[in-house]
């Protein structure tokens, strides 16, 4: 089950491209860029929240204005969720830095006001003639004192309150960022994260010189069993796999959704026997198992997984290590499946 993503970067982008825009054609509607990308998520995988929405609308013959559009990428889609949440967290920062600064103002004029206050003090004093026009200037320089108090007590009121409202909008963005990087499936890192984990891992690695592995793994004859038993029961097997995998990669690994049923693992600063013993853990307890379908309690049989890992080089760039562990995984497929295999025979042997 390839996400849209995942078929987006393959030779089946180009036939789900022209069903997209014919079946758009066929609705009504207009092929501007937004639409197109609603419609390529509705019908590279039609069975999601996303088509059961965009079914229900055509279903009710609703008509599909910008504003519906809007609707389905700020619910349906993960970068239009993101942007909302950042311009949301956006205005109300700009909300509390031009109330601090109203703030600021006023209590500047109140120091600026009671400057003059004390000026005028100081002459009074120094032509006061009698004990009561002392005391006036006395009572008057207490008010002033007292109301310079009280401004900067609410100025620090507001001052700390906006701190507080800052840190609050700070969570909330990280919480925003980690759910960006996060696949909604599985709960670990997704595509996005994985490719910007491995580029500074093998910064990382190029400017420190330490060891650096990379496996990629595939659950074997996935697309028949998501066939036989549907793609709720292969969701759950996907879960099962991943908390499998999140078990394994504490730091500094991490584990990822590649893609569909692919799944990848970064392996930071390890020697090649502890990269080869994590990954026949991960093999055996995934397929020592055999699983059960949760809403009829059918037997489901074992899930098995291929892997392939490599080794990277020095000098050599995130893609090549990955084309280098994604051959592995081929070779792990054409092998009989059901095992792991090192890309550095490979190349020697090519």
């Not at 392996?267 to 020592?288: C, D, H, T």
């Not at 081929?330 to 090519?350: E, F």
Request: aromatic share 6%.
């Amino acid at each position: 089950m390839a996400t849209v993503e995942t078929t987006l970067r393959g030779p089946e982008a180009y036939g789900l491209a022209r069903r997209v825009i014919k079946e758009m054609e066929s609705a009504g509607v207009w092929p501007t860029p937004l639409n197109f990308e609603i419609w390529v998520h509705y019908l590279g995988d039609p069975e999601g929240a996303l088509g059961r929405e965009i079914r229900r609308i055509l279903a009710a013959d609703e008509p599909f204005t910008e504003g519906t559009v809007d609707m389905l990428a700020a619910e349906y889609l993960p970068r239009s969720r993101l942007t909302e949440e950042i311009r949301d967290a956006g205005r109300v920062l700009d909300r509390e830095l031009s109330s601090v600064s109203d703030a600021i103002a006023k209590a500047h004029q109140s120091q600026a006001a009671y400057g003059q206050t004390l000026d005028k003090a100081a002459s009074s004093i120094e032509t006061a003639g009698d004990g009561a026009s002392l005391q006036a200037v006395v009572s008057g320089l207490t008010t002033a004192t007292r109301k310079v108090q009280r401004e900067n007590e609410t100025l620090e009121k507001k001052l700390d309150a906006s701190t507080r409202e800052v840190a609050r909008l700070r969570e909330h963005l990280e919480q925003v960022r980690r759910d960006a990087m996060t696949d909604a499936l599985t709960n670990l890192a997704n595509r996005k994260a994985f490719d910007e984990n491995l580029e500074t891992a093998c910064a990382q690695a190029e400017a420190e010189g330490g060891d650096l592995f990379l496996a990629v793994l595939d659950i074997d004859h996935f697309k028949r069993f998501n066939d036989t038993w549907g793609h709720q029961t292969g969701d759950q097997v996907l879960r099962y796999v991943a908390s499998v995998m999140g078990r394994v990669a504490g730091h500094p690994r991490i584990a990822a959704r590649f893609g569909g049923e692919e799944f990848a693992m970064i392996f930071p600063r390890e020697s090649l026997i502890q990269v080869e013993n994590a990954l026949e853990a991960v093999r055996k307890e995934i397929g020592s198992r055999s699983l059960r379908r949760r809403s009829t309690d059918d037997e489901l049989g074992a899930v098995t997984l291929s892997a392939g890992f490599a080794q990277r080089r020095p000098g050599e760039s995130a893609s090549t290590l990955l084309g280098r562990a994604d051959a592995a995984l081929y070779a792990s497929k054409h092998a009989g499946r059901n095992r792991i295999t090192c890309a550095d025979p490979l190349d020697q042997a090519a």
